[in-house]
């Protein structure tokens, strides 16, 4: 069985930085992709960021194109968010999930709380 744990999250200022951990554990972790997603208090769980496990191909919500980036050591086993220029609207839960085959993320880890105060 695979986790996930995230970490890295906090409270900081609008206009700040933090970067997301997630680590991998478990049996023998070769995802096909990763990515980070989000959920705000009374809003649905939306796409944030993906990389490729093989390539480190990249894909952003637009919402954050050009502010956050996503890369991941595969020695590590490790995906990382680093979120620069952040914003009020950027406060919610984030999860990390692994997909190893089909088209649904198929593990999650708990989520880290972040929060940009304004």
């Known amino acids: 069985q695979v986790q996930l744990v995230e970490s890295g999250g906090g409270l900081v200022q609008a206009g700040g930085s933090l970067r997301l951990s997630c680590a991998a554990s478990g049996r023998t972790f070769s995802p096909y992709d990763m990515a980070w997603f989000r959920q705000a208090p009374g809003k649905e769980r939306e796409f944030v960021a993906s990389i490729t496990w093989s390539y480190s191909s990249t894909n952003y919500a637009d919402s954050v194109k050009g502010r956050f980036t996503i890369s991941r050591d595969k020695e590590k086993y490790t995906m990382y968010l680093q979120m620069n220029n952040l914003k009020p609207e950027d406060t919610a839960v984030y999860y990390c999930?692994?997909?190893?085959?089909?088209?649904?993320?198929?593990?999650w880890g708990q989520g880290t709380q972040v929060t940009v105060s304004s």
């Open positions: 999930a692994a997909r190893t085959s089909g088209y649904t993320y198929n593990y």
